[in-house]
């Protein structure tokens, strides 16, 4: 199972573009992908048809395992993990719990024995938090879109930064590229 994250800590520069254009390729490539959405705009399901849940609140919060959360894309071998305003609400207990970087990695996880996708792509919200922070310690890659303009390099410049403080913490991830 390889972990792909999408992020930038500036919105309006295809995050969720990305991450489920990028995923549905992967699908179409004949690889069992998995979408989650951790921005509470719950923009993944939108682009797909489908509506926003509050699954990833579920996830996060360890309520239900990732393979109970898992929901048709509509599309064959590419499911989704919807997230919608609850997600935030998740970051917020989760920070109030003194949670860990690592809980998105270790829920993302199926269970010894178990099958699991050949990829998990997971798309962010434009913020620092822990959120991002959990998405990119997940992630064995990590992709950057990026615009044109300075705000959205500012933002990827940020969230290059981000990847390299948790590298200094034990992030053994990197950098797909910049988009």
Not at 128 to 141: E, K, R, Y
Request: proline share 6%.
């Amino acid at each position: 199972m390889t972990v792909i994250t999408v992020c930038n800590q500036k919105g309006g520069v295809g995050k969720t573009t990305s991450a489920v254009t990028l995923a549905h390729a992967l699908a179409l490539k004949g690889k069992v992908t998995w979408l989650l959405d951790c921005d509470p705009q719950g923009q993944v399901a939108v682009a797909l048809g489908r509506p926003p849940g509050e699954a990833m609140f579920d996830l996060l919060l360890g309520r239900r395992p990732v393979a109970d959360l898992l929901q048709e894309s509509g599309r064959p071998r590419l499911y989704i993990v919807p997230g919608d305003k609850s997600t935030q609400d998740a970051q917020t207990m989760l920070t109030g719990r003194g949670a860990t970087v690592d809980i998105l990695a270790r829920v993302i996880r199926p269970p010894r024995g178990s099958a699991g996708p050949d990829y998990v792509v997971i798309d962010t919200a434009p913020s620092v938090g822990l959120l991002q922070a959990m998405a990119i310690w997940a992630a064995d890659l990590v992709v950057v879109p990026c615009g044109c303009d300075w705000l959205s390099q500012d933002g990827a410049t940020k969230a290059l930064e981000s990847m390299a403080h948790l590298a200094g913490l034990g992030w053994t991830g990197d950098l797909l590229g910049v988009l």
